[in-house]
Structure formats: C-alpha cells, structure tokens
C-alpha cells in the first residue's frame, strides 16, 4: 500500500507539473518562463544541500524508534530548514554583488526565493519521515495538493499580477504553504504530530550515516537539478524556456524507472533470495519504458515545443531531439543507487558519482559553448549514457552487486516538485 500510495502520488505530480508549465508557457513570456525555471532550478539544489540526507535517514530510523521518531522528524526539519536559509541568504548576496543574470531582481523575489527554499527543505525532510512511518498515503496527498494549489494559483496570476518570473516563484510558495496546511486539516493534525520537540541529541548519534547519505543523494541529484540554470548562465533567458520545456518532459518520465527502483527496497525487503530476479525486472521495465520516451521526443520534439508555444519551435527548432536518450543512462543510475544502499556501501559509491556528475557539468558548459543549445543537449546525453554505461559494466562483472544477504531497513524516495 505505502509503495502504491509513492507511485500514484509521484505520477499526480508530475501529470499535474505538466499541466502547469504548458498553461505558464501559454500565458507567460519566454524570457520569465526560462528565468523562472533557473530560479526554481536553485531552488532545489539549495533544499538538496540543505537537507543533508536527513530525509533519507529518517526512512530507516523512525521504525527503529518508533517511540522517538516525533522527536528525531522535529530535530531533522530544524537542522535541514536552517542550512538551507543559510545558503539561501548567501546565494542571494553573492547573487546582489555578481549581478550576472540578475535572477535575483528585488527585494521581493529575494523574500520569496530564501522562503521558497525553507518551504523545500522542509517538504523534503517531512516527506520522507512519512515513507519512514508508512504514512506514504498523507505524502501523496501533500503532493498532489501542492500541484493543484500551484496551478490553481498560476491560472489566476494573469488576473491579479503582471506575468513575471516572480510571480511564477510566488506560485510556488504559497501552493507549498497551503498544501501543508490542507493535509494537516485533512488528516485531522497527522502531519503536524509527526513533528515533535526536537532531540538534537538523538539524531547526532547519526551523523556518520547521516553523512553517507547525504554524499550519495547530492553527487547524484545535484547535476541535474541544476542544469536549467547553467542553460540560462551558457546561454539566455528565451533558450532556457524552450529547453525547459522538454526538460520538464524527461524529468516526468524519469518518474518510472526513478519508482520503480524505489520499489525495489519493499520487495527485496519482503524475499531477498529474489533480489536479482527482482532487479532484473525492475531494470528491464525502466529499459523499456525510457527507450520508447526518448523514440517519441526524437520523432517529435518540435511538435512538442510547438504545443507548449510555438514561439519555443522558432527558438529551439530541433535541437532537444536528442534530449530523451539521457533516460536510459538515468535509468542505470536509478538502479546503481538502489544497489548502493541495499548493500549500505553509500559513501563509497558516492566518489563514482561524484565523477559522473563533474562530467555531465563538464560535457555540458563545453557542448554549450561549442554548438549552443544543441551541443548542450548532445554533451548532457553523451555524459549520462557514459555513467549508465559504466554502472551497468560495474554491476555486470562486478563481484558484489550489492544484493543484500538479509533484509535491508533502509528505504528511499527521491524528491519530486515539477
């Protein structure tokens, strides 16, 4: 049921984030959509920082203390909200004196950036802790009503507020803000008991963990959450709209196979004598279902564009084609991580990671600077298919694939606010 509830409230999301951008797209210009989309692109890598692998911790520890799981969520959000405020705070000063993008364009949009990061770092942390209690159902829930507050509330900005860049971060604050208040009162105070006094003491008793989480979620988040931005720093405002456009598109997608390694942790908790059969099936049904979206947004990325708004066709023509084949090399990486944690070698898969990471960034600022948009995409897909390539080589002839001999307690889940 909770693994259900995981999967049904990740599609709703990125189904409902869908509607959202292509109803921005329609109503907004290019340049506040592809501003917009490096803001909130920032947005996410300060909530992975900030976090610091505390929601991971808590999927394996509040079953472990059950007695004491209000305590450690209370301790967890305290910690991952006040990292994240601090590197907001500094990004938005170093973003004042730098002045290159002017993505940080006043007073306002500073409040509802630092604001917007809290919020994530917050929904992070929480989140996990109700996968952790096997409340995944009140998790879905939150979901599915952020994305409907959020595009609730952008349909009607046209009305109330001239279309800005600001007022699409101000969509999502205040559809996080709102999301958590409903399912406190649908769920008559669930959620809020679920954050007790914090005990400090407590969760410093997990700081190495804590720390090998951490390392593996950002090596491998970390690039691609903030790929929009680079778009906009290697290239303008109205390329970053086009492109993400189709990036919202693939990261959708990347919801399956992303799932469905997910639910791997369950089901080799429930038999692991089947842990490779299991893998096996997982893997070849990410396969396929990555392979088929990349075929459709090769064969149809301009008409996709054009559906969004036809100005993004003349500004990005054929370009993102490309774009989709990245899925598959993800998909090894989804199922690489997986394998990471069943065999609790987090920290020393992380280096690889790491690697992997500088050289999608690499590939990518070398391919946007070379041949614009379209080498972007090509440098990007090149890097990611490197990565799945080599983690598929690794756990081909490697001689620890990570099965567990036993089951393992740590489950995970990755973020997801389209």
Sequence with gaps: MNSGALAIGAIATAGLGFAYWWLAARMFPPEAIGNASAI??????MGLLGEAGLGTLLIGEIVRHPNKGAALVGAAASVGVALTIGLALSFVVVAHFAASTNLIDGWLTGILFVLGCGLTAFSMVVDQAFVGS???????????LFSVFKLMLIAAIPFVSRTSSTAILM?????????WIAVDLMTNGRARRLVGRPDFRLLHTFRRKVFDHYALDVTLQAPGIIVPYLVLVLLSPAATAAFAALWMLVSTASVIPAVLATVLFPVVRAGP????????????ASLSFSLAVALFIFICSERILEIFNPAYREIAGSSLRLLGFSLIGSTFKFHA????RLGDTMRRASIPFALGGL???GLLVLGAKLGGLQGLVIGWTVAVSIEGLCAALIWAFGTNPGFPAEPTRDLTAPPLQI
């Design 171 to 179: 969509t999502w604050v205040a559809g996080i803000l709102a999301s």
């Design 40 to 45: 909130l692109s920032v947005v996410g890598l």
């Design 337 to 340: 991580c997986t394998l990471a």
């Design 359 to 361: 050289l999608e960034l």
């Design 134 to 144: 096997l409340n995944s159902s009140i998790r879905m829930i939150q979901q599915v």
């Design 273 to 284: 004598a089947k842990s490779r059969h299991h893998f096996l099936v997982s893997l070849s």
